[in-house]
């Protein structure tokens, strides 16, 4: 029965992801927890900068408010898929995986694998360790300067911009 064997697939993963969730994020990147929210743009312009603006590459639709954020990145998301975009996702803060926040749906069968798996196309452990390093590296080339240290969102943010010029997205 395919609806068993995805369940089955689904369970034996299980594990892996718990693992990923806990291994998976960056030690700066946890560490950068400590500077909080920070107002203003100059450290993430500076940021974005120095790993050559990959933001002006990307279009972008930024959800903002207090309630139902989710549901709306969701069901934007499925309609540009559904309309054959390679849709960029990336959300803060996760709910039970770090490597949730960014994910890549790559048209109607993208969507239709993150149905049958909701890890589907979430940023691997090899992307995330590589990118993470290029940001870290730009982060400490700004502090040494005299900048401030960059936020936690704004080093995620930044990796996401570089991840989804990388994977192309539409």
């Given at each position: 029965?395919?609806s ?5 697939t ?6 892996k ?8 994020v ?7 927890d ?8 100059e ?22 408010g ?9 069901y ?11 849709v ?9 995986r770090f490597s949730?926040?960014l ?7 993208g ?9 589907a196309r979430?940023i ?5 360790a ?9 982060s400490?080339?700004?502090?040494s ?12 943010t ?10 192309q997205?539409?």
């Amino acid at each position: 029965n395919g609806s068993y064997s995805r369940r089955q697939t689904h369970l034996e993963g299980k594990e892996k992801r718990e693992k990923m969730s806990q291994t998976q994020v960056p030690e700066f990147i946890k560490d950068s927890d400590k500077f909080g929210i920070n107002l203003g743009l100059e450290r993430m312009e500076e940021l974005d900068r120095l790993l050559g603006n990959p933001e002006k590459d990307l279009k972008v639709i930024h959800i903002a408010g207090t309630n139902g954020k989710g549901s709306v990145v969701t069901y934007i998301s499925a309609c540009l898929a559904q309309a054959g975009y390679k849709v960029g996702i990336y959300t803060s803060p996760f709910l039970e995986r770090f490597s949730e926040r960014l994910r890549v749906i790559d048209g109607k069968e993208g969507l239709d694998r993150l149905i049958e798996d909701e890890t589907a196309r979430e940023i691997n452990e090899a992307d995330l360790a590589r990118l993470s390093a290029m940001v870290k590296e730009a982060s400490d080339d700004m502090t040494s300067r005299g900048f401030e240290h960059p936020t936690e969102f704004e080093l995620m943010t930044a990796l996401g911009y570089l991840w989804f010029k990388e994977k192309q997205t539409d």
